[in-house]
């Protein structure tokens, strides 16, 4: 992708839809506006329709953008995620083109599935970069919710978690209560990857699964060091729709392959090559022959 060009295309569409299950008790706290005796300290994210228990998508992006930045090891933290006495740096570029320490959004592999903002100053390149990836909500499957409406724990679909902080100076206790989504309780979630550029996708998708299986052995939600938001997500059919299904529903336009945990490198080729447009993907392929054929004749010459 040349960093002057500046526009996106949409090629098409990566729809990733599965289940994902609480394998021990999770917590994704809401504001609380009052303070009432005997109330919850720290209550769960709501639906204000269902009233039923849910996790935003903004809560999964963010954690599975965390990790992949974490394990960027090459990208400098350059923006104070916190505050002035208590920052906390992580890494976002502030424009589209390479410098400053920074690859620039649209070769970086966290902001370029992710996004990233420009800051309020800086250089005259500083542009944001909306994500590539999307993250819907996630609520609960019908037979979660038809078991946790049956719960009788005093509170509607969810349980009490009580706890104790003990100074370790004074010995006194700090009880609190906790309100969290039981283990075993399954969220339907979709994510959506907008395809922009071919040369990219295998690697954007690469990126994720490997986000997803670290998220897999850390925690999603508050309270992870204490047990809480242990969670496995099961993908189902990935489903491939290029712009043309979404003009005339063409099948010829789509196609579904295994879900993004089973997927392989050279599957992961194979979709972004299916995207490709006809030309560019004559191209790739003549240059791949060109390649081969050079590196044939260097071994006859030697």
């Known amino acids: 992708m040349a960093e002057h060009a500046m526009a996106r295309k949409l090629l098409g569409k990566i729809e990733l839809i599965g289940t994902l299950e609480c394998l021990s008790g999770l917590h994704i706290g809401a504001s609380k506006e009052n303070i009432e005796i005997g109330a919850l300290d720290s209550p769960v994210m709501r639906d204000p329709v269902t009233d039923a228990p849910y996790i935003p998508g903004s809560s999964l992006k963010g954690k599975l953008r965390a990790l992949l930045e974490k394990v960027s090891l090459e990208l400098q933290p350059n923006r104070n995620g916190g505050t002035r006495?208590?920052?906390?740096?992580?890494?976002?570029?502030?424009?589209?083109?390479?410098g400053d320490g920074q690859p620039g959004a649209p070769h970086c592999p966290v902001c370029r599935l992710f996004g990233s903002t420009k800051r309020s100053e800086g250089s005259r390149d500083a542009k944001n970069y909306p994500a590539r990836l999307k993250v819907r909500d996630l609520h609960l499957t019908d037979a979660s919710r038809a078991q946790l409406a049956a719960l009788d724990t005093g509170l509607h679909m969810t349980e009490w978690k009580f706890e104790n902080s003990i100074d370790r100076i004074t010995s006194a206790a700090n009880p609190r209560n906790l309100e969290r989504v039981p283990k075993g309780a399954e969220f339907t979630f979709a994510m959506v990857y907008d395809v922009e550029d071919p040369d990219t996708v295998k690697e954007d998708l690469q990126n994720l699964?490997?986000?997803?299986?670290?998220?897999?052995?850390?925690?999603?939600?508050?309270?992870?060091?204490?047990?809480?938001?242990?969670?496995?997500?099961?993908f189902g059919q990935t489903r491939a729709r290029k712009v043309d299904w979404y003009r005339t529903r063409d099948e010829a336009a789509q196609k579904e392959v295994e879900g993004l945990d089973a997927l392989n490198d050279e599957q992961f080729d194979e979709l972004a090559k299916w995207f490709a447009p006809e030309e560019s993907a004559r191209d790739?392929?003549?240059?791949?022959s060109s390649s081969s054929s050079g590196g044939n004749n260097s071994e006859e010459a030697a």
């Open 284 to 288: 790739v392929q003549a240059s791949s």
């Open 209 to 234: 699964k490997l986000a997803v299986q670290i998220l897999q052995a850390d925690s999603l939600g508050g309270h992870g060091s204490r047990g809480y938001g242990w969670v496995e997500l099961r």
């Open 85 to 98: 006495s208590n920052p906390v740096m992580r890494h976002e570029c502030d424009g589209w083109s390479t």
